[in-house]
């Protein structure tokens, strides 16, 4: 569970401000991968990379952007864009970027718009 | 593209009886099947997984079964205990190696074991 840390574990954001959401993990994974989790609703791919320096988006990712400069860190931002940002997200990473390989996540974060 | 369905959405089982979960996909490229558990306030892990080269595993009280013909994959827990109570998830996921190919997750099942 160590292996992989989202911060902060709680976030309040005002309307029309960028937030930024990071997870890092120490497990040597080439692959990492952002959830939206809302009540009866699931788990949401926002977005997943593959590999450093590359990323694709997931069913709804409208709103966020990513970043994968290092195979370590895979920061999600939300921006004013996002129309319901409020929601718990969950950070996982994997060893085989194929989505058939044991995903390991984060504690998660949860945002909440003001 | 792929879609999961879970039901139920809630399930109460007594002590000691068994719990079933099911969960249909529409994809027939998908090939793995996950299932997680996010205990209350944790984060989901995985319990048992099942790939498309067999129909059934099992582990300890935990089994999953697949039917590839009918796109339905169900998890059973057997002697069910107190900290079984969780939301548990199911997943499918292709390996074609398209890019476009993504795990999509079942909206989850609440299980509440009865004392």
């Known amino acids: 569970d160590g292996g992989i840390t989202q911060s902060p574990k709680y976030l309040f954001r005002k309307e029309g401000q960028n937030v930024t959401l990071s997870c890092e993990q120490n497990?040597?994974?080439?692959?990492m991968y952002w959830y939206r989790q809302d009540p009866g609703q699931g788990l949401r791919l926002i977005y997943y990379?593959?590999?450093?320096?590359?990323?694709q988006k997931g069913d709804i990712a409208e709103g966020y952007s990513v970043s994968r400069e290092k195979k370590e860190s895979f920061p999600l931002t939300v921006t004013s864009a996002q129309k319901n940002p409020t929601a718990f997200y969950l950070c996982?990473?994997?060893?085989?970027?194929?989505?058939?390989?044991?995903?390991?996540f984060g504690p998660g974060t949860r945002l909440t718009v003001l | 593209g792929e879609n999961v369905e879970q039901h139920p959405s809630t399930l109460s089982v007594q002590e000691g009886d068994s719990a079933v979960i099911k969960c249909t996909y529409s994809?027939?490229?998908?090939?793995?099947f996950p299932w997680y558990k996010q205990e209350l306030g944790k984060r989901p892990q995985l319990i048992i997984d099942?790939?498309?080269?067999?129909g059934e595993k099992k582990d300890q009280r935990i089994a999953v079964t697949l039917n590839k013909t009918a796109k339905h994959f169900s998890l059973h827990i057997t002697e069910t205990q107190p900290e079984d109570s969780a939301v548990y998830f199911c997943?499918?996921?292709?390996?074609?190696?398209?890019?476009?190919?993504?795990?999509?997750f079942g909206k989850g099942t609440r299980l509440h074991i009865l004392p």
């Open positions: 996982a990473s994997s060893i085989n970027p194929d989505f058939t390989d044991t995903q390991y």
């Open positions: 497990l040597n994974h080439d692959a």
């Open positions: 990379s593959q590999i450093v320096n590359d990323f």
């Open positions: 994809d027939s490229a998908s090939n793995y």
């Open positions: 099942i790939r498309s080269n067999v």
């Open positions: 997943a499918a996921s292709p390996l074609r190696g398209n890019r476009d190919d993504k795990i999509i």
